[in-house]
């Protein structure tokens, strides 16, 4: 029997690998899908591990550019902030990498697919989800979850299977990805205190400043400071460049999918970068009526990415509509970066609708006269005129 097993390399998947295989008896075919946060050395030591575990096989699934074409790029589109903070920096990777291995444990036949997640929080759901649409037929097996263990049980059986490790508890959980970077410890387990310079994985290396410019084709970052680059490599580059600042850190507080509240901390420099800057650009170029339909459908979106439902054949249509407003989101950012913050200066756009030709905020105006302005003001209060007047009381 064949079993696919989502595959960190961590004490949970660890001992998921040798349980499925002895007291399962599955050939384990191990799976590590990647989405932006591991280099070729991680990737090295994850194969190297998955082998020394006894698994049938071993397989390194890079979706990078995927994950950014189908999921990233709406969320730049959108500009979506969970609770007006959290980039979906971790909950939108986990979906992909369940798409990745649902398809994978589809090629090879597998009877079963495996994941490491406990039922503690919303990770579970999204594996789930993602693997009952795309692999009904499949058993789902979580041991963690099922049996119920604590990290002290996990290690006692990996022990008396001769498996050997520094199974220290990390003082931070880190998940890095191209999106950011979650991380959790015991200030996120309270409600008042704030994590340490020393959890953030990035620390500050200079103390200048600087201005930087991202240039945006249709709603993608495609230059940073006039050099060219695909998408996901702007991405990176302003990740490595704002973690010099230390910027892109804050604490999401939201309501999970299994009905509690939960803190996380993150880093995610580009995303917030990239985010305030798209979103800078969009109000100069989109109409108002566009920005307030945008924002509507952008937020519903990026609640049912967080959520896993994002084979939803709606999110389909609402992707359809958010590329569509791209359109016109054409030009360059200003950012002015510093240690620990960075702001928007300004925009540069064909396609900018504040045109002076027409009036100066505040100033002069060259498409109206002043009695046009007093006509207009006196029809737009008519209701409020009316309604004060029928019920003044």
């Known amino acids: 029997m064949k079993v696919v097993l989502a595959f960190s390399g961590g004490l949970d998947t660890t001992y998921c690998a040798i349980y499925l295989a002895k007291e399962l008896g599955y050939n384990v075919y191990a799976v590590t899908v990647n989405t932006g946060g591991f280099d070729n050395n991680e990737r090295t030591q994850l194969e ?10 071993y397989h390194f699934l890079d979706v990078t550019e995927d994950f950014y074409q189908k999921g990233v790029k709406y969320l730049i589109f959108g ?23 649902a398809e994978y444990a589809n090629k090879i036949g597998a009877d079963a697919i495996a994941h490491g997640s406990t039922g503690a929080g919303n990770d579970q759901v999204r594996f789930d989800l993602v693997f009952q649409t795309l692999c009904r037929e499949k058993k789902i097996i979580t041991p963690i979850r099922d049996n119920q263990l604590s990290r002290e049980e996990e290690i006692d059986f990996l022990r008396q299977n001769g498996v050997s490790g520094d199974w220290e508890k990390a003082k931070y959980s880190i998940n890095q990805g191209l999106w950011g970077t979650s991380v959790g410890g015991k200030e996120t387990l309270t409600s008042d205190q704030y994590l340490p310079e020393e959890a953030f994985p990035s620390q500050l290396q200079t103390t200048g400043s600087q201005t930087i410019t991202i240039e945006f084709k249709k709603g993608e970052p495609i230059r940073l400071n006039g050099m ?26 939201g309501d999970t999918m299994i009905g509690t509240k939960g803190r996380v901390g993150f880093e995610a420099p580009a995303a917030l970068m990239l985010i305030k800057a798209h979103h800078a650009l969009e ?6 009526t566009q920005i307030k339909l945008k924002d509507q459908l952008a937020a519903w979106h990026g609640e049912m ?3 896993g439902q994002y084979l939803d054949p709606a999110m389909r249509d609402v992707e359809a509509f958010l590329e569509s407003s791209q359109t016109n989101v054409t030009g360059k ?6 240690p620990y913050r960075f702001y928007v ?7 900018d609708l504040m045109q002076p030709a027409f009036s100066q905020y505040g100033e002069m105006n060259n498409a ?4 046009d302005a007093k006509g207009f003001v006196k029809i737009l209060a008519n209701q409020g005129k009316i309604l004060n007047t029928v019920h003044h009381d």
């Open 333 to 338: 950012v200003k950012i002015f970066l510093a």
């Open 283 to 288: 109000k100069h170029v989109l109409s108002k």
């Open 345 to 351: 200066e300004g925009i540069i756009s064909p396609n």
């Open 368 to 371: 109206w006269t002043g009695e």
């Open 48 to 57: 190297k591990k998955a082998v020394s575990l006894g698994v049938k096989e």
């Open 228 to 253: 060219r680059g695909n998408p996901v490599k702007v991405i990176q580059q302003l990740n490595k460049l704002g973690a010099k600042y230390a910027v892109g850190r804050d604490i999401h507080v």
């Open 305 to 307: 990415m967080h959520e």
């Open 79 to 101: 500009n979506v902030l969970k609770n007006n903070t959290y980039p979906l920096s971790v909950s939108a990777e986990r979906v992909f990498q369940a798409v990745a291995i």
